[in-house]
Every structure is written in C-alpha cells, then in structure tokens.
Nanobody, 123 residues
Framework: QLQLVESGGGLVQPGGSLRLSCLAS????????VGWFRQAPGKEREVIVC????????NYADSVKGRFTISRDNAKNTVYLQMNSLEPEDTADYYC????????????????WGKGTLVTVSS
C-alpha cells in the first residue's frame, strides 16, 4: 500500500501558476496509476486528470484541459500537477490518489489517497 503526501498548495492570484507534488512511499509506485482530484465546498469531488504507470495515458477534465499538466517521475516516486492560468473556480482541496488500473482513476475508485493540499485562487 502506498502512502501519498501532497504539497505545493497555497494562495495564488488569478492567472497565476502553481505546481503540486505528490510524493509516494511504499512499494510498487511504478505499477500504479495516479490521479489528481479536487473538491470545492458544496461540490462533488472532481477527477482532474489521471496518468498511467508509464505516462502512456492521461485524461484531463474539460475544466482544466489546456491549463493543467500532469507528469510523473517514477525514479522519485513523485507525480506533479502543473497548474497555469488559474481561476477562482479552481479553488479547492486537491488530492492525489493511486490505483492499480488507469480505469479506476477515471471513475475515482482509487486505492490510496493523500490528505490533500488547499489551493486558493483569489485577488
């Protein structure tokens, strides 16, 4: 079982950028699909994007397509989320999570979850 820790959240002005990191500990990181999710107050959890173990597959929510980029460095057991052109609507708690299958990420049925990091986009 992986343990995941997110970092990189904070306060940013509209139009700004942040890079979130998800550091995994434990065995088998390079066999897991990893996804980024977010949840704003009063809203359902949203799948932002998922990445397959070898980065061969990704999927982006329409709300972030063209603005967010996921990447992973298996040697460092880390997944990143580069967020550009941030908007107030992006304000949410951001979570990373891992699953054995890419399809599980698409549906949000992940095995391991981090505790989240807060991203606030405000002027």
């Amino acid at each position: 079982q992986l343990q995941l820790v997110e970092s990189g959240g904070g306060l940013v002005q509209p139009g700004g950028s942040l890079r979130l990191s998800c550091l995994a500990s434990g065995y088998g990181f390079d066999y897991y699909a990893v996804g980024w999710f977010r949840q704003a107050p009063g809203k359902e959890r949203e799948v932002i994007v998922c990445i397959s173990p070898t980065s061969s597959m990704t999927n982006y929510a329409d709300s972030v397509k063209g603005r967010f980029t996921i990447s992973r460095d298996n040697a460092k057991n880390t997944v990143y989320l580069q967020m550009n052109s941030l908007e107030p609507e992006d304000t949410a708690d951001y979570y990373c999570a891992a699953a054995e299958l890419f399809e599980r990420c698409v549906s949000g049925r992940m095995r391991n979850w981090g505790k989240g990091t807060l991203v606030t986009v405000s002027s």
